[in-house]
């Protein structure tokens, strides 16, 4: 049997662990609040939240760092929502405004807008800058995870 991986509930913030296939956690519910554990789109985090996901989610992370204003960031908005219905139980979808987190930011070396991030406890699995379409979103997440 698959071992167990933790990940956070984005709702309440409690450590949920899920078991058996991938393919069965996109409905999961969180033993605390209930809700679902991969709502519908990419999450808004505040700092501390973002802190914890870094530190205790052990799912692969896909980090969005966009800026108001920035058209390509816009653009790649829909395209991470689908992704986090996608690959619901497989990854978290996380979006990251680089005007409110300079010390992110500043810890992955983020020079451009957009960036997406992949991440897996902790470590940087890969990374894109610029813009992309739903195509070579797709090609880049599967080639990666
Ligand atoms: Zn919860």
Not at 8 to 32: E, F, I, V, Y
Not at 66 to 82: E, F, H, S, V, Y
Not at 107 to 116: E, M, S
């Amino acid at each position: 049997m698959a071992e167990a991986i933790a990940t956070l509930c984005p709702h309440c913030g409690r450590r949920n662990k899920l078991t058996g296939s991938p393919a069965s956690h996109d409905q999961a519910h969180c033993l605390q609040c209930h809700k679902r554990l991969f709502p519908d789109r990419a999450l808004a985090l505040d700092d501390d939240e973002l802190r914890q996901f870094l530190r205790h989610d052990q799912l692969p992370l896909l980090l969005d760092f966009w800026a108001p204003g920035c058209r390509p960031c816009k653009m790649l908005m829909p395209l991470l929502d689908q992704a986090a219905r996608k690959y619901a139980g497989a990854l978290r979808v996380i979006k990251i405004n680089t005007a409110e987190f300079p010390t992110t930011i500043k810890k992955h070396r983020i020079r451009a807008v957009p960036t997406l991030l992949l991440l897996r406890k902790g470590k940087e699995l890969d990374r894109v800058t610029g813009a992309l379409d739903a195509a070579r979103l797709e090609r880049w997440l599967n080639k990666t995870l």
